[in-house]
């Protein structure tokens, strides 16, 4: 092999293995010698994106942007890494340029609708997926999920059941499990938000036996610790800790922090938490963190871990980096910002409860009624 070749060949065979550190270094090692190759600045960027390197990730799509011409994939890759990275104006201008060339490309409907959300404007997003339900037979089903989402960003727990519950009865019939058990998950949760534990356990040992992938694992294992079925999250966790793959592992380490989280024990989910971000450094991680020094009282360290989660808006609007929404698990991060600034008796507390309030007037969860109650008390 020429050098070129020895250098994407190990690079590639990292990307496969999950291992994005091994595989930036030999894709530098072949972008220093060949600056304007779009492959390897593409998959660099994929490479960052992996790590959770977001500004990174952008900056190496535009490059490959920049090389490839007018190519619909590379500005199509440029809009999502724009999302993630929290540029939501960018991801929407060029969603909207992939979708003008190309309008049954189904992806640029989503990152379009997510940055719309990102921007707080749910009825844009709304009418994206509208227009992405008459796309094709998979836009559709994507569209369903991605309007639960905005209805679970709002709050609207029993709205969101209505939407998902014959969504999944399509998406079966449709022989699409893996779209059937996302729609799952997130009945799952909008169960959870209504304070019906029993059908959000359903929920999850149904989108378990649909779907045995890494994310649909941990996102039950959730549903589970949130519910008080710590035998069976645990089961969970440790299976995927002992992983050999890197996903797998993050995703055990975390379900472990945050079952210690819902057992009361603060200090042994900071530990574990910790723990998992040396392995990657999570949204999620962040938010889970946030939380168990909340818990603690440690006031300070919670404020530091929660404003890495509002700075770092854009992954929480898919957070197994897939493009299946989760843009839902965002506005609690404006709940726990506020009960910090609370413990630090900062004056900001007030409008951070009123900016989680907005976001969740149509909704009845327990998170909103204890905004309203602590925000009326400052």
């Known amino acids: 092999m020429s050098d070129r070749e020895k250098y994407r060949t190990r690079a590639e065979y990292f990307l496969v293995k999950h291992e994005p550190q091994s595989a930036i270094q030999e894709y530098n090692k072949l972008l220093q010698q060949f600056p304007s190759d779009t492959s390897a600045h593409t998959n660099l960027s994929f490479a960052y994106f992996l790590e959770r390197n977001m500004p990174m990730a952008l900056e190496e799509a535009r490059r490959s942007m920049q090389y490839s011409g007018k190519s619909l ?8 890494a724009s999302m993630y990275a929290g540029d939501f104006a960018a991801a929407e201008k ?25 921007q707080g404007r749910l009825d844009d997003a709304r009418s994206t997926y509208a227009k992405l ?28 059941i209505a939407t998902l519950e014959p969504g999944i009865t399509a998406d079966i019939a449709g022989k699409d499990s893996n779209a059937a058990a996302a729609k799952a998950i997130a009945l ?4 959870v938000m209504a304070r019906q534990n029993s ?39 440790s299976d995927m800790s002992s992983s050999i793959d890197p996903d797998p592992q993050l995703y055990g380490k975390l379900l472990e922090g945050e079952i210690a989280l819902n057992r009361k024990d603060p200090k042994k989910a900071i530990s574990l938490l910790s723990e998992a971000q040396k392995t990657s450094d999570s949204w999620l991680g962040h938010f889970l963190l946030a939380r168990a020094y909340l818990d603690a009282g440690a006031f300070p360290e919670a404020d530091g871990e929660i404003e890495a989660c509002i700075k770092r808006k854009g992954e929480a609007s898919a957070l197994y980096l897939d493009e299946t929404p989760t843009f839902r698990v965002f506005p609690p991060a404006y709940y726990f910002l506020a009960r910090t600034q609370e413990g630090l008796k900062s004056p900001a507390a007030a409008q951070s409860y009123r900016n989680f309030i907005s976001t969740q007037e149509k909704g009845t969860g327990e998170l909103l009624a204890d905004a309203r109650k602590r925000l009326s008390s400052l």
Do not use: C
């Not at 969603?95 to 490309?105: F, G, H, I, R, S």
């Open 94 to 118: 060029e969603a909207a340029t992939v979708m003008q060339q190309q309008p049954t490309y189904v992806s640029p409907y989503s990152t379009m609708a997510e940055a719309q959300i990102g």
């Open 73 to 80: 994939v590379e500005r199509n890759n440029l809009a999502i």
């Open 199 to 237: 059908g959000a356990i359903r929920a999850a040992e149904r989108a378990l036996a649909l779907d045995k992938e890494p994310w649909v694992l941990h996102a039950a294992g959730r549903i589970y610790a949130e519910t008080g079925q710590f035998e069976k999250a645990t089961k969970i966790a």
């Open 133 to 160: 339900t008459a796309v094709s037979p998979r836009g559709a089903s994507m569209a369903k999920l991605g309007l639960a989402d905005v209805l679970l960003y709002e709050g609207q727990a029993k709205e969101a």
């Open 188 to 191: 799952a949760q909008a169960y």
